[in-house]
């Protein structure tokens, strides 16, 4: 695939071989999980030692030797290894909340979210290849207390098929695709049958953090559940490697929409040049920019959160300078639902004139008679 060609690869250790690099669960078997198992990878920094194991009991630290192996090994500063390796800071956040959308409350039935009328978050599963320290739902991924046990997602389904206004069903967690082929395929299968849910999402980061779980059979299965849509979550340019572009690539072969929803990261990606590289990039994948979220008043993730005024600005700086479409909608999830953060380019009405602002700041206006 042409797109791929200039694009970094993961760097599998010498003792690895290419057959085991390359399988999903041995990938997911041999996660570094200790500072010891990191320093295969990084040399850990003694902030980093000192937060792994001061924050082990609170939000776990697991990693996938793929996304281990991007980290840079020397900088500690480096964008992915940021996403991934506790540092103290997350001990000092005075403000944090541990459920900013009340998603508890907004829960007719265990791990089923509900804000808006049609549609749902499903939290199928409570497990991910690897734990983001700004991760929304930190208080329950990695935790036994919120694993699906099957008598429960039967009770979840059993609420959509008597709730028929829902027609729109995002699987998330966790992340749906570390569910074996088996499972993902029944569970689809049961909400396949349901004749009022019209459109199946899978939220998922595997294809940035462990691409090769996006097999050609996974592929085949999801297929016979169309229309399905995917939303994968890359935050950095470094992130689009060759293999995480054929993951992409096996998706949108097999007729899956892909889109992404990144979040505006401090130190990571709230930089223009940075997001317009990113955004560039995954359309080049055949991967929709759709929302980048702002970060939310989430516990120990101050050094991750950006003013506002600054993402708008951030956003507002693309316009006209990159395609439209590879534009994302900036956006604040609330417990009332999501709040577009956008710059007006409206000015006003004079007279028979609407007065609109140019990408460039120049003043238009429009003849509009009311
Ligand atoms: S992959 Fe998604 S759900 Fe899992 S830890 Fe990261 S942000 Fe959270």
């Given at each position: 695939?042409?797109?791929?060609?200039?694009?970094?690869?993961?760097?599998?250790?010498?003792?690895?071989?290419?057959?085991?690099?390359?399988?999903?669960?041995?990938?997911?078997?041999?996660?570094?999980?200790?500072?010891?198992?990191?320093?295969?990878?990084?040399?850990?920094?003694?902030?980093?030692?000192?937060?792994?194991?001061?924050?082990?009991?609170?939000?776990?630290?697991?990693?996938?030797?793929?996304?281990?192996?991007?980290?840079?090994?020397?900088?500690?500063?480096?964008?992915?290894?940021?996403?991934?390796?506790?540092?103290?800071?997350?001990?000092?956040?005075?403000?944090?909340?541990?459920?900013?959308?009340?998603?508890?409350?907004?829960?007719?039935?265990?791990?089923?979210?509900?804000?808006?009328?049609?549609?749902?978050?499903?939290?199928?599963?409570?497990?991910?290849?690897?734990?983001?320290?700004?991760?929304?739902?930190?208080?329950?991924?990695?935790?036994?207390?919120?694993?699906?046990?099957?008598?429960?997602?039967?009770?979840?389904?059993?609420?959509?098929?008597?709730?028929?206004?829902?027609?729109?069903?995002?699987?998330?967690?966790?992340?749906?695709?570390?569910?074996?082929?088996?499972?993902?395929?029944?569970?689809?299968?049961?909400?396949?049958?349901?004749?009022?849910?019209?459109?199946?999402?899978?939220?998922?980061?595997?294809?940035?953090?462990?691409?090769?779980?996006?097999?050609?059979?996974?592929?085949?299965?999801l297929e016979?559940?169309h229309?399905l849509?995917?939303?994968?979550?890359?935050?950095?340019?470094?992130?689009?490697?060759?293999?995480?572009?054929?993951?992409?690539?096996?998706?949108t072969r097999a007729g899956v929409p892909?889109?992404?929803?990144?979040?505006?990261?401090?130190?990571?990606?709230?930089?223009?040049?940075?997001?317009?590289?990113?955004?560039?990039?995954?359309?080049?994948?055949?991967?929709?920019?759709?929302?980048?979220?702002?970060?939310?008043?989430?516990?120990?993730?101050?050094?991750?959160?950006?003013?506002?005024?600054?993402?708008?600005?951030?956003?507002?700086?693309?316009?006209?300078?990159?395609?439209?479409?590879?534009?994302?909608?900036?956006?604040?999830?609330?417990?009332?639902?999501?709040?577009?953060?956008?710059?007006?380019?409206?000015?006003?009405?004079?007279?028979?004139?609407?007065?609109?602002?140019?990408?460039?700041?120049?003043?238009?206006?429009?003849?509009?008679?009311?």
């Amino acid at each position: 695939m042409s797109a791929a060609r200039a694009l970094p690869s993961s760097r599998r250790p010498a003792d690895v071989s290419p057959e085991d690099w390359q399988d999903w669960t041995w990938q997911m078997r041999h996660r570094v999980r200790t500072t010891s198992d990191l320093a295969r990878f990084v040399e850990p920094t003694q902030d980093e030692t000192r937060a792994i194991a001061a924050l082990a009991s609170r939000f776990r630290f697991v990693i996938t030797p793929y996304y281990a192996s991007l980290l840079d090994p020397r900088d500690p500063d480096c964008p992915l290894r940021r996403q991934v390796v506790p540092r103290s800071a997350e001990l000092e956040d005075a403000a944090g909340l541990a459920d900013p959308l009340d998603e508890v409350a907004h829960s007719p039935v265990k791990n089923v979210i509900r804000v808006y009328h049609d549609r749902i978050a499903f939290c199928v599963n409570n497990e991910c290849a690897l734990y983001c320290r700004f991760c929304l739902r930190k208080r329950m991924v990695g935790d036994e207390e919120w694993t699906m046990k099957r008598r429960e997602l039967e009770e979840a389904l059993a609420w959509i098929r008597r709730t028929p206004e829902i027609r729109d069903v995002l699987l998330t967690g966790g992340d749906p695709l570390v569910f074996s082929d088996e499972r993902l395929d029944w569970l689809l299968s049961e909400l396949r049958a349901i004749p009022h849910v019209e459109i199946l999402r899978l939220g998922t980061r595997l294809p940035v953090t462990l691409p090769f779980r996006v097999t050609d059979a996974l592929c085949r299965m999801l297929e016979r559940h169309h229309p399905l849509w995917v939303h994968t979550h890359f935050n950095h340019p470094r992130e689009l490697t060759v293999e995480a572009a054929e993951a992409c690539d096996r998706l949108t072969r097999a007729g899956v929409p892909v889109g992404n929803q990144s979040v505006l990261l401090r130190g990571i990606n709230d930089d223009p040049a940075v997001m317009k590289e990113l955004c560039e990039g995954l359309v080049r994948l055949r991967v929709r920019p759709y929302y980048c979220y702002q970060a939310q008043l989430l516990e120990g993730t101050a050094h991750f959160r950006v003013p506002i005024e600054r993402g708008i600005e951030l956003f507002r700086s693309l316009r006209g300078r990159t395609s439209g479409f590879a534009i994302p909608l900036y956006v604040l999830d609330t417990p009332h639902g999501k709040v577009p953060l956008t710059h007006s380019y409206v000015r006003g009405r004079e007279g028979d004139d609407v007065v609109l602002e140019t990408y460039e700041g120049a003043l238009w206006r429009e003849p509009n008679p009311l």
